[in-house]
């Protein structure tokens, strides 16, 4: 076949078991906790699965995609930079390669759209680093990436583990095996480095600022994950900032004991936020929609009708009043749909069938926990502690842009997956914080 060879199958259980042989020393040696030994190895594990059957369905399924496109390009400038290696420094510190005029590159790679993006062309810099190490094997490639979107997502478990160790094993089931997540967060994807991104730009952020850790590592991985996010797909900052903000915040507002101080810090806050619901407004049309302002209406018109006209696993909002009033009347219904749809009478299709469970499943745990702490608690937790305000806060204002944006259940079960993990474990926590009634909360 075209992208495997016989190289692809020397090097399987290479890739397979020799990063593998090193993360389990790791795991005996530096893991006592048996949940911590548990996820580690399975996580790995089912990061590769997700990977390579990714992989799998859009080269012999779909023949083709996106995923298949990246590895092409990654493999196009690659071969080009062996070739001219004085051109490697100029080809990788641009954001895209639409201004690269020499003709013997363009002669053997067309002006294709995933070297000429930003966002893109982002994620074909960092699959060259995992194919340079995979010795140009595409599944080689693809097991690296696994490990990069695991090593995101155990920072990610770690964080919220040691902040609430009893909850453990519900919090490493959310984060690694959520299946959209696993399916779409494994692979050579823009959404397995946004995904990598939100996750360590949160762990660095709680380290650096609320608790109060310094470490270079930190402020590296702060760094990167920004990169990340604000290349590929810049409206992450966007919708984790203004929670992230607030917790620290109020983190650093709960120790001032003077009283004249808190009244003036406070006002202060709002002044930021409201002058952050500006800027975000600019960004969000910027880097996200790329448009003017007069072209919203547009633009969101042509996502409903292009996904509309697929037919099958397509939805809809009802009737779209494009004014603010309308953007507002939809919140409800396009975090119902992204948390919540497809119902079962919405499924046509095997793959949709799957979606619908993981769907139903959000249905019956946020009954369960709405009715086991009461609505009273629920909304009393979340708006006093400051990581389920943040954790779910982030969950709602990004379920409710993917809902809006996406009109296609298949589509969306992509674009959701940042949201999913945080929205369970926001869900998580209330739960259990609603079972300590004289215990006195954590403050962060």
Not at 30 to 39: G, Y
Not at 176 to 184: A, E, K, L, N
């Amino acid at each position: 076949m075209k992208y495997l060879d016989i190289l692809d199958l020397f090097l399987l259980p290479i890739y397979l078991f020799v990063p593998f042989f090193f993360a389990l020393r790791y795991r005996y040696r530096f893991l006592t906790d048996s949940k911590d030994r548990f996820f580690f190895r399975n996580g790995i594990l089912i990061k590769i699965f997700g990977s390579l059957s990714a992989l799998a369905i859009y080269l012999f399924y779909y023949k083709g995609g996106d995923t298949v496109e990246y590895f092409t390009s990654v493999e196009a400038v690659f071969n080009y930079l062996w070739k001219r290696p004085d051109q490697i420094y100029e080809f990788l510190s641009q954001s895209d390669l639409s201004k690269i005029m020499d003709t013997d590159f363009w002669t053997t790679k067309s002006a294709h759209r995933y070297i000429i993006s930003k966002a893109t062309f982002t994620v074909v810099k960092l699959g060259i680093v995992f194919y340079t190490l995979a010795l140009g094997s595409i599944i080689g490639t693809y097991i690296l990436t696994a490990y990069f979107s695991f090593f995101c997502s155990w920072k990610f478990y770690k964080l919220f583990t040691e902040f609430y160790p009893n909850i453990k094993k519900s919090i490493g089931l959310a984060i690694f095996f959520m299946p959209s997540v696993v399916f779409w967060g494994s692979g050579l994807f823009k959404d397995t480095f946004t995904l990598g991104g939100l996750y360590l730009f949160i762990y660095s952020v709680v380290q650096l600022l609320i608790l109060r850790k310094f470490r270079w590592s930190f402020v590296f991985y702060f760094i990167f994950s920004f990169y990340l996010l604000i290349n590929i797909r810049s409206f992450f900052i966007i919708t984790i900032f203004p929670f992230l903000f607030a917790w620290v915040f109020f983190s650093y507002f709960q120790k001032i004991k003077n009283n004249n101080f808190k009244v003036i810090f406070f006002p202060l806050f709002t002044i930021v936020i409201i002058g952050f619901g500006v800027v975000a407004f600019q960004v969000l049309n910027q880097y996200m929609l790329e448009v003017s302002v007069d072209k919203i209406e547009s633009s969101l018109q042509g996502f409903q009708s292009w996904h509309a006209s697929l037919g099958g696993s397509a939805y809809s909002l009802g009737d779209f009043d494009f004014t603010l009033a309308g953007y507002i009347q939809k919140i409800p219904a396009s975090i119902n749909v992204t948390f919540f749809r497809p119902y079962i009478w919405e499924v046509n299709k095997p793959i949709i069938f799957l979606t619908f469970l993981q769907s139903f499943y959000f249905i019956l745990f946020t009954l369960y926990v709405l009715i086991k702490v009461n609505v009273f608690k629920f909304f009393k937790i979340f708006f006093t502690s400051l990581d389920v305000f943040t954790l779910i806060g982030f969950s709602l204002f990004f379920a409710y842009v993917a809902g809006i944006s996406s009109y296609n259940f298949g589509a969306l079960d992509r674009y959701k997956i940042p949201c999913l993990s945080t929205y369970f474990i926001g869900l998580l926590i209330i739960l259990y914080k609603s079972k300590q009634p004289n215990t006195i909360e954590k403050k962060f």
